[in-house]
């Protein structure tokens, strides 16, 4: 083990990184500093806080914050700007949340003096590659403790064993065998991975979605919203001004109650394995469709299809973990240039899982009814230039097929 | 107006493609070959043959062909095997049918020794570039006559005025105004857009929707059925082996009868403005959805991001009209050669206009559940390989950040 | 003829805008203002604005200006950030002057209430394109008279005909059959095509090259050079700080005396043909070869390659003539944000037509020796991460090997 | 050590390949079975045979191959197809290299038994990557030992006290310091990095080249070849058809003797770190600009901007080391498709470092010149159609530019 002397632990206050938060006393010899964050998960934190100062951890390092807002307004918007999928179906609910937590571990780490920072993500996965990357962008010469990588307690026996021996708290349903799926949520999603989804053929249970009711038990009348954007964030909800955690969270219970953003794929790692996931993104959903709405009618068409072009791989970016890295950066830039028009609203139907666009509006609309008329234009556009238009365009497929034929 | 022989029109039997019939006899005092075909429209042909013939068009030069099974093999399923979607959207239904009624248009030609070729889109639609675009690339040399772009008939009343005059035979609805949309459909979609929707903030009326019920009105329970894949394209369902065109009539029936597949949207067209359509792709949905999920399991993961980067450069050139371009086949080249492994059968569920994927399996799978196991992999994955693969994945930025702090 | 009150005209004071200025009085009945500008094409200007005078033109109607340093900084310098050459080889000299014209242009019609403007270029060329997207994008209602697709004046006699009757000064060349080449200058490069060059298989003419002297005739000594760049752009050259157009103006002497920066190439007109080019950019070859080297230390490998995928694009962008359109704008704000520590300078080998970068450095140098060097580092890389970083990348070929064989 | 029976060395008779070897045997106590190619390095191999029998390599554990047809033909020439460069500037010379090493080196593995592999590139470079990456891919199985991450002799004493106590002959070269830089060469480059190249500023020596003549050693008068393309590939150098290893080793020769090819940069390697490389590609340089001149008479204009687009990508898949990926095969298949009309020949101009094509021609050209020239036409290319082209190619510019004015 190398020399620590302290170090920032991503402490959620369950049982792994309570564990984690033991081991690191133990291996390391070090003091450990939790950092505990609100960004929506639904859960309490001062259990967190009580559980921590249990464990040993003195009260001045202890690091609770409320950073819904922040994550919102600066993590989750810039993405959903760009229209962000990866592989044609994930919102990205996990990756976005994870650059951070690292921002505010490495900032802990700054005010405290720690010299390392540790996470609870398993080796397998894609978020130890998130937290880290943050990390070493943001602290170069920062060590990175991550316990799954490098301790024996591999089995879940082994864990439980060491979590009595430690005197950490178990609660029952550890005990009995640990919940058939590991869970993650935060404003964004929820999502459900291993154990009894790792057959892609076996259909998730219906008793493992959280936050959003069936399709089948959603309401029998559809619902309509209007959702107000500006520079291509939504900033009112049926007409009501809401701060950026505040219109998710409204999303996410409006696209809950109708069955909204229910995902079941098989994803690739960047680690490189295929891997299955479940997601629930209810305001996500939502968000993505009404945004591609009202740009629809604000963006310029070649602004459009070059941000379609890049969005994949801006998408890799985010899902691999290089939010901190110089080319995000470099394509928010771009994204975020194109959306000083997106501004004006979108009208939404939501219905048994469903959301459509039915109507949208905006000051800056780029729709010209006078031009897309079939009827009589008073000359708007004059459609022999369609004839130039198609000869040229054809120009090179006549050559060739003239000289080659 | 040039010196024109013999022309072959895109013939649909319609009052428009009729007054055209009249129109070049008249105008350019030529011999008129027409040609009628089946790609699905849902319409009776032989009233087309009756309405040529009554309109004086020899026996001989009427041709009317059903291109059902050729649309779907050979153009609707080869862009389904690239995820095609125009502007995150648009499921290209229209688009893909023209090339193919270009193509067996030119055959015509030059079977009759015909020096023109002629159609019915107007001077501000992306048709007429698909057609023309087709014309040319196949058959450099011939005369393209785009009527809407060359007469006067520019209103509604003049041309009705024209129809009389020229004994066309005029419908009722036409008397009334007209339709309230301009309509298309083939065994990939319908498409509504003109007139009451040239206005993105007016809702569609549930009256305009043909193929599908609203979402309301589907069955209250979920159908689950199964499609099977063989390189990239549908080829049984519920273990039935199906023909392309019988593959997708039967998920149009599907899609129609669950409420799936409508889209009211405003895209960007090639000649340059935004256009307000709503399509009806029942079927197309449920595939689309269906070959995702197929290729999540057997495809690898750069081979999909590939083509997820190339997607809505090939969506485009499908959108403007260049399927016959040589820079559409070197990408269906790739496409094609990345399905070969794509097999295998994925479950889906239909219930009130969603379609979501709850199970997929394949004999070429990539998925490795031993790899990809949170529980204990035997050794199968060293997690501390990711510790190496992290930090070297970091080192460019935390040289950055040592350098430049 | 439609109805025209004041057309500028982009006039260079040679013959054929001298008979389009003629010309636009006669067809048009307006009243014409000439603009003519310095752009670095090495020609006097004042001889222009006599002759407009004696054309007619009052003199508050002529305008000239000054536009070298505004062009080479607000224009050449931009693209040169990206690295931009289109189809590998030309480095887009004329694409990138037209743009300032126009948009000079417009100004001008603007301060003196023209609403037409007009330019000498044909109508198969680029820079038709790029004139007029220009005007459009910049003064949407403006009307544009491109005399060469109007007039019935194609033949070289019928121009000296209407030229002779118009009372326009003939120069004897123009008499003995016209230059042997269509030639256009400014302070990037100076072009060559049409007539002599039309076969591809003719070698160009050791007389037809103006700027550069002949490898085989520059010196048979090597010169060294020093340039430092700022922000991606080249402030000083061996020492001294320079303007933008004055540090262009030196690279091309540079570039002249040893016989650098010749080309002879067909490119892919925008219009749809091929054409053949003979191009001389004697200080761009150097730009464009120090500014890759201050790039290979200073910018971070991802923003690096993030700019040569998309630089082909906005290479295209340019050589069609849309740098006035928001794509090209989002674009340029990617790159020009890429370039913040693009600062250093490089030693640059001229020698009998070849750049070479020999040595460089910055203070803002990505480069690290010590993780750099294969000698010992004392630790500062661990080679054994290497071994995870290949073992995960290589993963999912494992698993495709292993599944599939 | 884990268990290894027998392994296959990728040997090339040098010290460190030799130390290597006997470490293997120590270390690993199993057989060792030796593989060298000739991939025109430029060596002599039987050298290399003699020395492995002399430490203790059994006969017909002793392979030697002649590889350089092969590795012309179906590594090289493919990679020539798409224009390739790396960042630029870098032919990927040695990258080219490395699959077709360790797919032979999985051929003898797979014919003698052995269930291990090793090399002797570092933990710092590229090429460990390149190999290793090549052997998972084919052999998914397989044990890679990479000696430079696993052992101590991490300096160069403890190298030459290793070798020397296990009777390894050792060269004086070697006594005196070892060699100023790194080397490696084959029949499209040869490479230096390391040691005196480590500072970015100093410029290379000139004692250091070792392929091409410096440019001011070159002769004084040009020299004139023409290359004969079919499907893309070189066939014919003046005349003479030659196989593919004969025709780079004869452009090699030219280019040599012309001071061609030479290149000093700083390069970004995929394990995270800034290199400065020095590189001669006499031969490759020639191709490039060849190849280059073919396509640009005999590629359709968007075909060429697709490849344009893809190019960097591809380099650096190959850079990277992903040859055997499926990705960098469906790209291949892409550039294979597009090649078939590239056929032909280019006359190109070598002058004392410069390459520059002077004329081409073929009979699959698209270059037209009744469309191209800017005399009379005949009616060819109608003027006129340019207006429409431009027109409509603006209106969405002239709509946004009227609507937000």
Known sequence: MSDIKKVVLAYSGGLDTSVILKWLQDAYQCEVVTFTADIGQGEELEPARAKALQLGIKPENIFIDD???????????????????????????????????????????NQVGADAVSHGATGKGNDQVRFELGYYALKPGVKVIAPWREWDLLSREKLLTYAEQAGIPIEMKHKQGGAPYSMDANLLHISFEG????????????????????????????????????????????????????????????????????LDLVENRYVGMKSRGCYETPGGTILLKAHRGIESITLDREVGHLKDDLMARYASLIYNGYWWSPERKALQVLIDHTQQHVNGWVRIKLYKGGVSVVSRDSKDTLFDQTIATFDDDGGAYNQADAGGFIKLNALRMRIAARKRS
Request: no cysteine; net charge negative; charged share 30%.
């Open 67 to 109: 950073l819904r807002e922040e994550f919102v307004r600066d993590f989750v918007f810039p993405m959903f700007r760009a229209n962000t999928i990866y592989e044609g179906e994930y919102l990205l609910g996990t990756s976005i949340a994870r650059p951070l937590i690292a921002k505010r571990q490495i900032e802990i780490a």
């Open 195 to 262: 154990r009894h989804l790792e057959d892609p053929k076996a259909e998730a249970e219906e008793s493992m979605w959280r936050w959003t009711v069936s399709p089948e038990a959603a309401p029998d009348s559809p619902e309509y919203i209007d959702i107000e954007f500006e520079q291509g964030d939504p900033v009112a909800l049926n007409g009501v001004r809401l701060k950026p955690h505040e219109m998710l969270a409204k999303l996410n219970e409006l696209g809950g109650k109708h069955g909204i953003g229910r």
